[in-house]
């Protein structure tokens, strides 16, 4: 659908013009989702970008024909080190990529405008465009401090990238933060057509979340020393927990993102990119707003008992991240304080009180035991962040629900009020 689009975009009669000036504020023609649902060029300006043809800016680096290969059994990574790993996994560094433009005049302002000429052009100028996006809502919404983001991440694109214990094929149909590169990867697609996930706004608000939690939750760290510590034990509560939580709060702060779009809040905001296709089930699976969701008592076992590896091999990380996603989204909708929330978790992510620890320094302090770092601690990290008692009261009720966390590990000083008792929507999995 979006070829088609695209292709009909190009072929209209513009005139072409100059090298493009690369200036900030740049206007520009995007594939962006409108007030009715449908992906449609978009007249948008960048605010961030430095050069407008090989798309580099304070947010986001492309580069293409890059090579990545993840191999277990390659012998350089045996010795590897936090500042050698991304010289070994990255086998081809790529190369700038080179974005092409036809210029048209606004009919409104008589200013130049930028239109993609091509396939690439588009895909690309709108990967930076949600980046973007991405990036001024967790300046503003979220208050994130400009330094948080520096470096200026790489977004590989298009990039042959080889899990080889997956496949020996490149993967496909995906987009990516990875930490151990400190970089976002936008793949080739080929099953996803409706709306490949770049071009989906709240898919790169996603991952910019992951970029975010990496960078204030784990220190900046590319090889999270908790993370790595806890995951090579045969038991990995610890590391389940942490891998749960940032699924969660990253479709969490997506549905935030999409607050400030045309089309408005959109707590399946999948559906765009997955709806009709092979990926169908994955929107009702991550679907904030049905709040019927329930801890198990067999999800809630294997976070405790697996290893990382095995929770991980069907995606129990999204079903916990699910439930704690929807949690947030009932406590923030029924308040009527969802940016507030927002703001309150990812200021719980990094925080050296110690009336109130953020979640990297409470994995700090666990870090010798990680059967300590239950759901419970990093649920009251962002409980003891939220500083209106009428949303604090609404958490506390669903993370007891949905999440079935014990009353008792959340009751206490700048914690749940006594008042908390928990939601009734779920069964209590302890009787």
């Known amino acids: 659908m979006l070829r088609t689009v695209i292709t009909a975009a190009v072929g209209l009669t513009l005139a072409t013009g100059c090298a493009p000036d690369s200036e900030a504020p740049v206007k520009v023609s995007v594939l962006s989702r409108s007030s009715n649902g449908q992906y449609v060029p978009t007249q948008v300006e960048l605010t961030t970008i430095e050069d407008i043809v090989g798309l580099k800016g304070s947010v986001g680096d492309l580069q293409g024909g890059a090579r990545i290969v993840i191999d277990a059994n390659d012998p350089a990574l045996q010795n590897a080190t936090e500042d050698t790993v991304a010289d070994v996994l990255v086998k081809k560094s790529g190369h700038d990529v080179k974005a092409s433009y036809i210029t048209q005049k606004d009919e409104k302002t008589g200013e130049d405008v930028l239109w993609p000429a091509d396939f690439h052009s588009w895909n690309m100028v709108t990967s930076y465009y949600n980046l973007e996006r991405a990036n001024e809502y967790f300046r503003t919404v979220a208050n994130v401090k400009v330094a948080s983001f520096d470096p200026t991440p790489t977004l590989y694109y298009f990039p042959e990238f080889i899990q080889a214990q997956v496949s020996k094929e490149p993967a496909e149909d995906n987009a990516i933060f990875y930490p151990v590169l400190q ?13 490949p996930l770049p071009l989906n706004a709240a898919v790169m608000a996603h991952e910019y979340s992951h970029l975010v939690f990496n960078r204030l939750a784990y220190a900046s760290q590319n090889l999270p020393v908790a993370l790595a510590t806890w995951a090579s034990q045969s038991s990995s509560q610890g590391a389940n ?136 601690v990093p649920a009251a990290a962002i409980i003891a962040h939220i500083s209106d008692l009428e949303l604090r009261k609404a958490v506390c009720n669903e993370f007891m629900d949905h999440l079935q966390i014990p009353r008792a590990d959340l009751i206490g000083d700048n914690l749940c009020p006594p008042s908390a008792a928990g939601g009734t929507t779920c069964p209590s999995i302890f009787q």
């Open 241 to 376: 927990v942490l891998k749960a939580f940032d699924e969660g709060l990253a479709d969490y702060h997506a549905y935030g993102a999409t607050c400030r779009s045309p089309s408005g809040c959109d707590p399946r905001f999948l559906a765009s990119s997955f709806d009709g296709g092979p990926f169908t089930g994955v929107t009702d699976a991550r679907d904030l707003s049905n709040g019927n969701r329930c801890m198990s008592a067999l999800l809630y076992a294997r976070v405790q008992q697996n290893d990382l590896n095995t929770f991980s091999a069907d995606g129990a990380e999204y079903q916990v991240g699910t439930l704690l996603a929807t949690a947030l989204y009932q406590a923030g909708r029924s308040t009527g304080q969802e940016a507030q929330l927002q703001r309150d978790i990812v200021s719980a992510y990094y925080d050296t009180d110690p009336a109130k620890p953020g979640i990297y320094q409470y994995t700090q302090l666990t870090l010798g035991d990680q059967n300590l770092f239950t759901l419970a």
């Open 183 to 195: 970089a976002f990867m936008v793949l080739p697609f080929d099953r996803i057509q409706r709306a």
